[in-house]
């Protein structure tokens, strides 16, 4: 394995599909999000009566209410469907890597095999074999890493390209919301939560939601929006909690790998979940990357599509390749009283029209310290 | 021109007591193999029987590289990245919660649990233990995972990301596993493997020696396409670790072949990298490329290709 002698400055997003519970197709997630449109709803497919928690930002696909297996790679394959035709290369990704992003990737129909005696073999665990049977794609990669897993995917998918081993990826994202996961972060938030309310002083925590997100990245043009990087690394500090000095170190990271100055970027697409760890630790970090005069606007997409955890990072790539070509910022809904430690940031309560905003960053973290940033830029079409 | 190379390897397992023993025989195994007494110190309490393997055979090859001393690791912590593959890593803890809460409550789930619900738990856990910085990175990729794995922590070393990656391999056994095995009489591998992967002008520049280098690799619809890719235009390879079932190609049909999994068991996400110790391991003796290749032909099938180390590009 070698590399190619010279890499890219940047990389084309042609293409972008995403699935949400607020809204199907990448387009009309963009709408429903400067509408101020919530998939949030009490829970469809879990039985409410066993948790302490009752709502979710689920998917309502079910039929008659009754969970079946299967419901993430469906997702999945959906919002590549969709990028691919965005991108116009055709169904067929034969010679094309897939590589997706997943927190918890087919997880809730092991659940179901194990709780439910539902069918679900192993060859399904992962995603290759769906994409191989829809796309006929064979070069496909599942990376399970927690919360930032799709972005992570995207700074790897760049990195193939930047060695030369490829001229264009599929990258993706997707979870759905498991028993497991969902329980077990009831169990440990001091108080039921009933919505996503990122920054807000009387927020209570985080509830998770169903989502999948893919882009084509390749190497020129044209481009929806230009990729300028992508950072990668891990805090190597706690399992769950996130560290301050390993989220500005891959803020750092991103901007440097894309040459630009923090106040270059117009707006940022935190990973804001509405934990009172993450928000306020993600705060002071933009508080003290951001500490010039020239500051960006800040919005948080869960407040609208609940944490799509994996699936986030490259839902949120999705919508800033929105914000940069329609000028429009959707708001972080729910937002009232800001947080001491988010005060001072300029976040976005209204949709906002912002005609001139040309540079995004988008920010995931997740469980064990795993974070990544990317920088993305307005593009030509 | 930039070449990876591996530079350490370690295992954990009860029927392997040094990453030769992949190569040649299994040892008997012995009546108790406990990760956490081997490993010692702190944090372990709560962790999974999958991440306190891991942990182990990280160890264990990150120490044979060179990389760890007394007082922790020899490289800045930023130099180093993780990567792991695992497809039942975490199964117990997301069955066990949910059978819980389908049974009772909430309630009923153990708080504990909740980092081990996260499959990235493996990887996250070695990067905290020996305070890795470098990207980190979970693969469950099914039974070709271990060698996608492999190419993907090569694809950070040459994209520059980071010049060193510990990568590991690693399935536990416990009831969720057995209870959804494909095949419920078969064996099953209760282990970890692990390699160091680095630049070889890294590895070179610390004093470390190179042991062997990624060659090809492909991940086709077929096995044959998957070994034609990975060879390139090379010789044939002098071993080729691959299942029984798996007809061979044309291009390894005269191949001394080695099948891993019916000596050690199912061995499923850790399978890819319990290749590429053997095939370090062989390489220390023999001086033709071993190929590895594993996967399922519905899904996909991956090939990689070792070859001698430090030979001219």
Redesign the interface.
């Known amino acids: 394995m070698t590399p190619a002698p010279h890499a890219a400055r940047r990389w084309s997003i042609a293409g972008i599909g995403a699935v949400a519970s607020n809204a199907s197709g990448a387009g009309r997630l963009f709408d429903a999000l400067c509408a101020g449109r919530s998939g949030l709803s009490p829970l469809r497919g879990f039985d409410a009566g066993r948790f302490r928690t009752r709502h979710a930002y689920e998917i309502d696909d079910r039929p008659a209410g009754v969970d079946v297996p299967g419901r993430a790679t469906q997702w999945l394959c959906d919002a590549v469907a969709e990028a691919v035709r965005d991108a116009g290369i055709g169904a067929d990704l034969s010679e094309i890597p897939v590589l997706v992003g997943t927190g918890l990737r087919e997880l809730r129909s092991i659940e179901l095999r194990w709780t439910d005696t539902a069918e679900f073999p192993s060859s399904r665990w992962h995603f290759g074999t769906a994409l191989r049977e829809r796309f006929g794609a064979a070069t496909t990669y599942t990376v399970c890493n927690a919360c930032s897993a799709s972005l992570y995917t995207l700074g790897m998918g760049a990195d193939l390209l930047a060695t030369g081993a490829e001229d264009t990826v599929v990258v993706a994202g997707v979870d759905s919301i498991t028993t497991s996961m969902f329980g077990l972060m009831d169990r440990v938030q001091v108080d039921p939560v009933d919505r996503v309310r990122p920054f807000d002083r009387d927020r209570r925590g985080v509830l998770m939601g169903d989502g999948a997100a893919a882009v084509v990245l390749r190497r020129g043009g044209p481009a929806t929006c230009w990729l300028r990087s992508v950072s990668l690394n891990c805090d190597a500090h706690s399992a769950t909690a996130p560290d301050l000095a390993g989220i500005m170190a891959a803020i750092e990271d991103a901007q440097a790998r894309a040459a630009i100055e923090p106040a270059d970027v117009d707006v940022v697409l935190t990973h804001g979940t509405g934990t009172a760890l993450n928000d306020d630790v993600e705060a002071i970090a933009l508080a003290k990357v951001f500490a010039g005069p020239t500051r960006p606007l800040v919005t948080a997409i869960k407040s609208m599509t609940g944490h799509t955890s994996g699936a986030s990072g490259l839902m949120s790539v999705v919508v800033a390749a929105q914000i940069l070509r329609a000028g429009r910022i959707p708001p972080i809904a729910g937002l009232t009283e800001p947080t001491d430690e988010a005060r001072d940031l300029r976040l976005v309560t209204d949709t906002t029209t912002c005609p001139d905003v040309a540079l995004a960053q988008v920010q995931a973290f997740g469980f064990g310290g795993v974070n990544a940033v990317a920088i993305v830029e307005k593009g030509d079409r | 021109?930039?070449?990876?190379a591996v530079v350490g390897t370690g295992v954990a397992a009860r029927v392997l007591t040094s990453p030769g023993d992949v190569l040649g025989q299994p040892v008997d195994p012995t009546a108790r193999f406990d990760p956490a007494t081997l490993l010692g110190g702190r944090g372990l309490r709560y962790k999974d029987r999958a991440t306190r393997l891991g942990l182990l055979a990280a160890n264990r090859a990150l120490a044979d590289a060179g990389l760890l001393d007394a007082t922790g690791t020899t490289v800045p912590?930023?130099s180093v990245g993780?990567v792991v593959s695992s497809?039942l890593g975490n199964?117990d803890?997301?069955?066990r919660?949910?059978?819980a809460?389908?049974t009772?409550?909430?309630?009923d789930?153990a708080?504990m649990?909740?980092?081990n619900?996260?499959?990235?738990?493996v990887?996250?856990?070695i990067?905290?233990r020996?305070?890795?910085?470098?990207?980190?990175?979970?693969?469950?990729?099914?039974p070709s995972?271990g060698l996608?794995a492999a190419?993907?922590a090569?694809?950070?070393i040459?994209?520059?990301?980071v010049p060193r990656v510990v990568l590991v391999g690693v399935e536990p056994v416990n009831d969720?596993v057995e209870?959804?095995a494909?095949d419920p009489a078969g064996d099953l591998f209760d282990g970890a493997a692990a390699a160091v992967l680095e630049s070889e002008t890294s590895a070179t520049a610390r004093g470390a020696v190179p042991l062997a280098r990624?060659?090809?690799?492909?991940?086709?619809?077929t096995t044959d396409a998957s070994v034609d890719r990975a060879l390139g235009a090379g010789p044939p390879p002098g071993l080729w670790f691959a299942g029984r079932a798996t007809a061979a190609p044309p291009a390894v049909a005269d191949v001394c072949r080695k099948d891993l999994e019916a000596e050690l068991g199912a061995a499923s996400g850790a399978l890819g990298v319990l290749q590429v110790v053997a095939g370090t391991c062989w390489l220390g003796a023999e001086a033709g490329p071993a190929l590895a290749t594993a996967g399922?032909p519905?899904?996909?099938v991956s090939s990689l290709l070792l070859t001698t180390a430090g030979a001219a590009?």
């Open positions: 021109m930039m070449h990876v912590a930023a993780v497809n199964l803890t997301v069955c919660t949910a059978g809460i389908a009772g409550s909430v309630t789930a708080p649990d909740l980092p619900a996260s499959s990235n738990v990887a996250s856990s990067a905290i020996f305070g890795l910085r470098g990207p980190n990175v979970m693969v469950c990729n099914g995972s996608d190419f993907l090569a694809s950070l040459l994209a520059c990301r969720v209870h959804l494909d990624l060659g090809g690799y492909a991940r086709r619809t399922d519905a899904d996909g590009a």
